[in-house]
């Protein structure tokens, strides 16, 4: 007996429903960035493992999903190699190339590669699959969509400004009440300058970002057992535990960074991009109305961290207020990822939304709109030869006019034809016989009501228009 298919564990099938949720998820992303000058582009599903490797710190690259070597993957090994069993140096003998674990280092390769036929500033979103070892739970796949949108070569603060309108826009579009996290790793840089622990900002940043997952005890253990001391570590608990408004928080945290020139760097970035997306900003100049540009809460989070090595800005990210799921969009600054590629000094900012996690969250809030699912409007039943013959140059004007029709391929009974109708909610049914070909019309069933009218394709058409 043959065994029973399979998927991988942390993947999914998705069926013709399914597909056009996602498609809907896809295209109201793609209409926001463009709606602010964004171009698609899409690279390769694999790229070489020196292109992957140490940009994503060492957690990073243990979920790296490795790719065999073509042919004898074994010949560069040799049978001590192989004894030793030493899976990480078999892995760098065996492998050259691996799934892409984002869609930002991937671009940066990009950038560097294709300097010469861009122009700067360069603004591109690019939606694709990523792939991360991880452990499969709810909300986290090994395979997933993300759907990023970056800009590069220009240091203005007003690219996060308008990365911040168009996450706003996007989630005001779908109907999903969200919050905003900000912070910026300049600001995580100069607290461990200010307790003494700077060569620690890597172990400091990787622990307070699992805050809302392990828990204030939890994360401190680790920061000990990174090497900090009880009184650093005890010099953090304030500035973790930060409470008030953005702006309490703000000058607080510039208070105790008054002695580090980088920490208060990023206190002034944060400070332009909340004024700006809050309208004070403006409030001096008589050309415009003191107001929030932004339908959803930003908030200022001094415990976000981003784990990701490449940050040196600004950090966002993204929670849905009426689901428990993790974050649905992150993103960042990244002045020196270009720098790897052999091309120093390239700023650039980015953001990327978490396709699969939105389209469970839009699930689990009955948010799709019904128009989303765009399946079949209109079933021709098949009678016969000489029926079917009539009724195709009618389905190809219906089709003309925009009408999503089908004919049943069979001359199959009526009531099979009808439940396949019923089966795909296809909501209008077209029925030609003898009578309606000799008065050359047709009769349209709404298998809603059951209601039938005796039309002309016009009238049918327009009839069918109106659902």
Same mark, same amino acid.
């Not at 013959?389 to 034809?417: H, S, T």
């Given at each position: 007996?043959?065994?029973?298919?399979?998927?991988?564990?942390?993947?999914?099938?998705?069926?013709?429903?399914?597909?056009?949720?996602?498609?809907?998820i896809f295209d109201t992303i793609k209409?926001?960035?463009?709606?602010?000058?964004?171009?698609?582009?899409?690279?390769?599903?694999?790229?070489?493992?020196?292109?992957?490797?140490?940009?994503?710190?060492?957690?990073?690259?243990?979920?790296?999903?490795?790719?065999?070597?073509?042919?004898?993957?074994?010949?560069?090994?040799?049978?001590?190699?192989?004894?030793?069993?030493?899976?990480?140096?078999?892995?760098?003998?065996?492998?050259?190339?691996?799934?892409?674990?984002?869609?930002?280092?991937?671009?940066?390769?990009?950038?560097?590669?294709?300097?010469?036929?861009?122009?700067?500033?360069?603004?591109?979103?690019?939606?694709?699959?990523?792939?991360?070892?991880?452990?499969?739970?709810?909300?986290?796949y090994r395979e997933f969509y993300q759907?990023?949108?970056?800009?590069?070569?220009?240091?203005?603060?007003?690219?996060?400004?308008?990365?911040?309108?168009?996450?706003?826009?996007?989630?005001?579009?779908?109907?999903?009440?969200?919050?905003?996290?900000?912070?910026?790793?300049?600001?995580?840089?100069?607290?461990?300058?200010?307790?003494?622990?700077?060569?620690?900002?890597?172990?400091?940043?990787?622990?307070?970002?699992?805050?809302?997952?392990?828990?204030?005890?939890?994360?401190?253990?680790?920061?000990?057992?990174?090497?900090?001391?009880?009184?650093?570590?005890?010099?953090?608990?304030?500035?973790?535990?930060?409470?008030?408004?953005?702006?309490?928080?703000?000058?607080?945290?510039?208070?105790?960074?008054?002695?580090?020139?980088?920490?208060?760097?990023?206190?002034?970035?944060?400070?332009?991009?909340?004024?700006?997306?809050?309208?004070? =900003?403006? *409030?001096?100049?008589?050309? %415009?109305?003191?107001?929030?540009?932004? +339908?959803?809460?930003?908030?200022?989070? $001094? @415990? !976000?961290?981003?784990?990701?090595?490449?940050?040196?800005?600004?950090?966002?990210?993204?929670?849905?207020?009426?689901?428990?799921?993790?974050?649905?969009?992150?993103?960042?600054?990244?002045?020196?990822?270009?720098?790897?590629?052999?091309?120093?000094?390239?700023?650039?900012?980015?953001?990327?939304?978490?396709?699969?996690?939105?389209?469970?969250?839009?699930?689990?809030?009955?948010?799709?709109?019904?128009?989303?699912?765009?399946?079949?409007?209109?079933?021709?039943?098949?009678?016969?030869?000489?029926?079917?013959?009539?009724?195709?140059?009618l389905i190809a004007q219906a089709r003309?006019?925009?009408?999503?029709?089908?004919?049943?391929?069979?001359?199959?009974?009526?009531?099979?034809?009808?439940?396949? =109708?019923? *089966?795909?909610?296809?909501? %209008?049914?077209?029925?030609?016989?003898? +009578?309606?070909?000799?008065?050359?019309? $047709? @009769? !349209?069933?709404?298998?809603?009501?059951?209601?039938?009218?005796?039309?002309?394709?016009?009238?049918?058409?327009?009839?069918?228009?109106?659902?």
């Amino acid at each position: 007996m043959a065994q029973k298919p399979s998927i991988p564990k942390g993947t999914r099938d998705f069926g013709p429903m399914e597909m056009a949720r996602r498609n809907y998820i896809f295209d109201t992303i793609k209409e926001v960035y463009a709606l602010y000058g964004f171009q698609q582009i899409e690279t390769p599903a694999m790229e070489t493992l020196q292109t992957l490797m140490g940009k994503y710190g060492e957690e990073g690259d243990k979920l790296l999903f490795k790719v065999l070597n073509s042919g004898d993957c074994l010949a560069k090994v040799s049978d001590e190699e192989l004894a030793e069993r030493n899976p990480l140096h078999l892995a760098s003998k065996m492998c050259e190339k691996g799934l892409r674990y984002d869609l930002t280092v991937p671009f940066a390769r990009y950038v560097v590669m294709h300097r010469e036929e861009l122009q700067l500033p360069f603004k591109r979103y690019q939606i694709q699959p990523v792939w991360r070892a991880d452990r499969p739970q709810k909300g986290r796949y090994r395979e997933f969509y993300q759907c990023d949108a970056d800009v590069v070569g220009s240091d203005s603060l007003l690219n996060e400004v308008e990365l911040m309108q168009i996450v706003d826009t996007v989630f005001t579009r779908f109907g999903i009440r969200v919050q905003i996290k900000i912070n910026n790793r300049k600001i995580l840089s100069g607290i461990a300058e200010v307790i003494g622990a700077a060569d620690k900002i890597v172990d400091i940043t990787v622990a307070i970002d699992k805050l809302d997952k392990i828990g204030i005890d939890n994360v401190n253990a680790e920061l000990r057992e990174d090497g900090l001391t009880d009184e650093q570590i005890q010099k953090l608990q304030p500035i973790i535990l930060l409470e008030g408004t953005n702006d309490e928080k703000l000058n607080t945290i510039a208070e105790v960074l008054k002695d580090s020139e980088t920490g208060l760097k990023g206190v002034e970035e944060l400070r332009f991009i909340l004024n700006t997306l809050s309208g004070k =900003a403006a *409030a001096d100049s008589s050309l %415009f109305t003191l107001h929030s540009s932004l +339908n959803n809460e930003l908030q200022l989070d $001094l @415990t !976000l961290a981003r784990g990701l090595n490449y940050y040196t800005g600004a950090i966002f990210e993204v929670k849905a207020l009426d689901v428990q799921i993790g974050s649905i969009t992150g993103g960042g600054r990244y002045d020196n990822l270009t720098g790897i590629f052999g091309m120093p000094g390239l700023s650039g900012v980015g953001i990327s939304f978490g396709a699969d996690r939105i389209y469970d969250v839009l699930g689990q809030l009955d948010l799709y709109p019904k128009e989303s699912v765009t399946g079949t409007q209109l079933l021709f039943i098949n009678f016969g030869e000489k029926e079917t013959a009539y009724c195709l140059p009618l389905i190809a004007q219906a089709r003309a006019q925009g009408i999503r029709a089908e004919i049943y391929p069979d001359a199959a009974k009526m009531k099979k034809q009808m439940s396949y =109708a019923n *089966a795909k909610q296809i909501p %209008f049914v077209a029925l030609a016989g003898e +009578n309606e070909m000799n008065a050359g019309k $047709l @009769t !349209l069933k709404n298998m809603e009501t059951g209601e039938q009218q005796l039309l002309t394709i016009d009238e049918l058409i327009q009839a069918c228009s109106r659902t």
